[in-house]
T-cell receptor, first 113, second 112 residues
Framework: DGGITQSPKYLFRKEGQNVTLSCEQNLNHDAMYWYRQDPGQGLRLIYYSQIVNDFQKGDIAEGYSVSREKKESFPLTVTSAQKNPTAFYLC????????????FGPGTRLTVL | QKEVEQDPGPLSVPEGAIVSLNCTYSNSAFQYFMWYRQYSRKGPELLMYTYSSGNKEDGRFTAQVDKSSKYISLFIRDSQPSDSATYLCAAKGNTGFQKLVFGTGTRLLVSP
């Protein structure tokens, strides 16, 4: 089956810890994205990558880091510098960065204890 | 002011009703308009997208864009309980990479 997988589904973190959220796609898409979703707010773009070995900051990149060493993988690290990390994190991909169709993964719910 | 505004709802309708979901936007550069459906604790699923003004139909779903009033609509005919979800509208510009700007989502509840 083609699609986007995210793991884990639920993640608990203690304050001061870094955690890494996994995102994998087998759609052969060039572009990948990370969004954050909070109640009462729309999806907000954290980072995006238009092609392997390249990535750009989105609107709320502070406290996050990413890498794009492989076309199919775009992991997101939530660092201790992120002041309010509890949220629902969504990974997406598209054929190219100017494509109108973005396909989303199932999401990871991160809770800081 | 948010670039894309959407009433959070919830919007409650009986099964079989025609549902109208709406968004407004403020950025005149937006050219593409999308509707996503998101079930609870799941990722959004793209329903359809339209370019500029006009209508687009796909089964029970019709998307409508009125650029003169900066108004986006999604109509659902013969609504079903399985349509109960949060509906997100999104918009983007036309040149190169343009980020998707999302509304906050409208929660729809269709009762049997």
């Amino acid at each position: 089956d083609g699609g986007i997988t995210q793991s884990p589904k639920y993640l608990f973190r203690k304050e001061g810890q870094n955690v890494t959220l996994s995102c994998e796609q087998n759609l052969n898409h060039d572009a990948m994205y990370w969004y954050r979703q909070d109640p009462g707010q729309g999806l907000r773009l954290i980072y995006y990558s238009q092609i392997v070995n390249d990535f750009q900051k989105g609107d709320i990149a502070e406290g996050y880091s990413v890498s794009r060493e492989k076309k199919e993988s775009f992991p997101l690290t939530v660092t201790s510098a992120q002041k309010n990390p509890t949220a629902f994190y969504l990974c997406a991909s598209s054929i190219q960065s100017d494509s109108n169709e973005q396909f989303f993964g199932p999401g990871t719910r991160l809770t800081v204890l | 002011q948010k670039e894309v505004e959407q009433d959070p709802g919830p919007l409650s309708v009986p099964e079989g009703a025609i549902v109208s979901l709406n968004c407004t936007y403020s950025n005149s550069a937006f050219q593409y308009f999308m509707w996503y459906r998101q079930y609870s604790r799941k990722g959004p699923e793209l329903l359809m997208y339209t370019y500029s003004s006009g209508n687009k139909e796909d089964g029970r779903f019709t998307a409508q864009v009125d650029k003169s009033s900066k108004y986006i609509s999604l109509f659902i005919r013969d609504s079903q309980p399985s349509d109960s979800a949060t509906y997100l509208c999104a918009a983007k510009g036309n040149t190169g990479f343009q980020k998707l700007v999302f509304g906050t989502g409208t929660r729809l509840l269709v009762s049997p």
